[in-house]
T-cell receptor, first 117, second 111 residues
Framework: GAVVSQHPSRVICKSGTSVKIECRSL??????MFWYRQFPKQSLMLMAT?????????EQGVEKDKFLINHASLTLSTLTVTSAHPEDSSFYIC?????????????FGQGTRLTVV | SQQGEEDPQALSIQEGENATMNCSYK?????LQWYRQNSGRGLVHLIL?????REKHSGRLRVTLDTSKKSSSLLITASRAADTASYFC???????????FGQGTELSVKP
């Protein structure tokens, strides 16, 4: 199956710093990628839809200035958590769908566990 | 809430027994997908059922879809300890192209 690579898998940062998470589709092109956040024992909450070459679409309640999304190419989207605080500690997961195949499965990265101290 | 609902939230069974998980959703969908997640890991796609399908099989997995009731079920037959994981349904809405996840069922299969 298709592969989505997410990096880093784990990061610890100090309060006030910024952290960038990368999501790459390795063997297919993705005009759209999705960023989710997951708290322990909870489901995935969609944060934003990342659109190649245009602005991301954020879900209600997600601060766009805090969670910066850039989708510079058909295979790469990045999520930057700016001025991180301990409450931003969470598991962040990206997913991508093959642009050439409509209505098919999504492929997920392995996730990034962010801990803000 | 954008999320659908799943029940049960947690399910504990013995190896060899069947496990059934249910999912309800709110919007019109193109398809519904089931995913598995081992603790602290990414998601693995299990099966996709389209809105014009009523039942689908894949190995020990059986999925049903009732669009009139906006509900789906996932049956895992002859469960194994390795099936222990969290299972999520995700709806692929007609509008938006994004996957919205249910709350998940935490399955524990005891050897």
């Amino acid at each position: 199956g298709a592969v989505v690579s997410q990096h880093p898998s784990r990061v610890i940062c100090k309060s006030g710093t910024s952290v960038k998470i990368e999501c790459r589709s390795l063997d297919f092109q993705a005009t759209t990628m999705f960023w989710y956040r997951q708290f322990p024992k909870q489901s995935l909450m969609l944060m934003a839809t990342s659109n190649e070459g245009s602005k991301a679409t954020y879900e209600q309640g997600v601060e766009k200035d805090k969670f910066l999304i850039n989708h510079a190419s058909l295979t790469l989207s990045t999520l930057t958590v700016t001025s991180a605080h301990p409450e931003d500690s969470s598991f962040y997961i990206c997913s991508a769908r093959d642009s050439s195949k409509v209505g098919t499965e999504a492929f997920f990265g392995q996730g990034t566990r962010l801990t803000v101290v | 809430s954008q999320q659908g609902e799943e029940d049960p939230q947690a399910l504990s069974i013995q190896e060899g027994e069947n496990a059934t998980m249910n999912c309800s959703y709110k919007t019109s969908i193109n398809n519904l997908q089931w995913y598995r997640q081992n603790s602290g890991r990414g998601l693995v796609h299990l099966i996709l059922i389209r809105s014009n399908e009523r039942e689908k099989h894949s190995g020990r997995l059986r999925v049903t879809l009732d669009t009139s009731k906006k509900s789906s079920s996932l049956l895992i037959t002859a469960s194994r300890a390795a099936d222990t994981a969290s299972y999520f349904c995700a709806t692929d809405a007609v509008q938006g192209g994004k996957l919205i996840f249910g709350q998940g069922t935490e399955l524990s299969v005891k050897p």
